[in-house]
C-alpha cells in the first residue's frame, strides 16, 4: 500500500523556521510530481507548493513564494518544505500529496489530480 508520512511540525515563534519532510513508500517515488497543501480550521485547503519528478520545476503559491522552499531527494524517496520567516497566518496542518503525473499541472493547486496523500503534520506559529 502507498504511505505518505509527513514529519517535522511544531510550535515555532513568528520569523521562526520549520523543515517538514514526507516520506513515500509503496509508490515509484520518481515517477510522480509532488505537492504540500495546507488546511487551517476554518478555511479551505490551500496548495502551497508542487514539484515535478525531477525536482526541475517548482510552484508556490504567492502566499509563501520567497519564504518557502520545495525540494525533493528521489534516492530517499522524500519530499521536502523549507519553511522560513514564519507568519502566524502560516498556521496549517500541513499534507503532502502525489500527483497523477510526472509533472505538476496547471492546476496543481487545486488538489483534485492528486492520487495519494499523507495524514498531515501540524504546523503552528505563534508568540
Known amino acids: 500500500a502507498v504511505q505518505l508520512v509527513e514529519s517535522g511540525g511544531g510550535s515555532v515563534q513568528p520569523g521562526g523556521s520549520l523543515r517538514l519532510s514526507c516520506t513515500a513508500s509503496?509508490?515509484?517515488?520518481?515517477?510522480?510530481?509532488m505537492g504540500w497543501f495546507r488546511q487551517a480550521p476554518g478555511k479551505e485547503r490551500e496548495g502551497v507548493s508542487c514539484?515535478?519528478?525531477?525536482?526541475?520545476?517548482?510552484y508556490y503559491a504567492d502566499s509563501v513564494k520567497g519564504r518557502f522552499t520545495i525540494s525533493r531527494d528521489n534516492a530517499k524517496n522524500t519530499l521536502y518544505l523549507q519553511m522560513n520567516s514564519l507568519k502566524p497566518e502560516d498556521t496549517a496542518m500541513y499534507y503532502c500529496?502525489?500527483?497523477?503525473?510526472?509533472?505538476?499541472?496547471?492546476?496543481?493547486?487545486?488538489?483534485?489530480?492528486?492520487?495519494?496523500w499523507g495524514q498531515g503534520t501540524q504546523v503552528t506559529v505563534s508568540s
Open positions: 509503496g509508490l515509484t517515488f520518481d515517477d510522480y510530481a
Open positions: 514539484i515535478n519528478r525531477s525536482g526541475g520545476t517548482t
Open positions: 500529496a502525489a500527483e497523477a503525473y510526472a509533472y505538476c499541472s496547471g492546476s496543481w493547486s487545486q488538489g483534485y489530480e492528486y492520487n495519494y
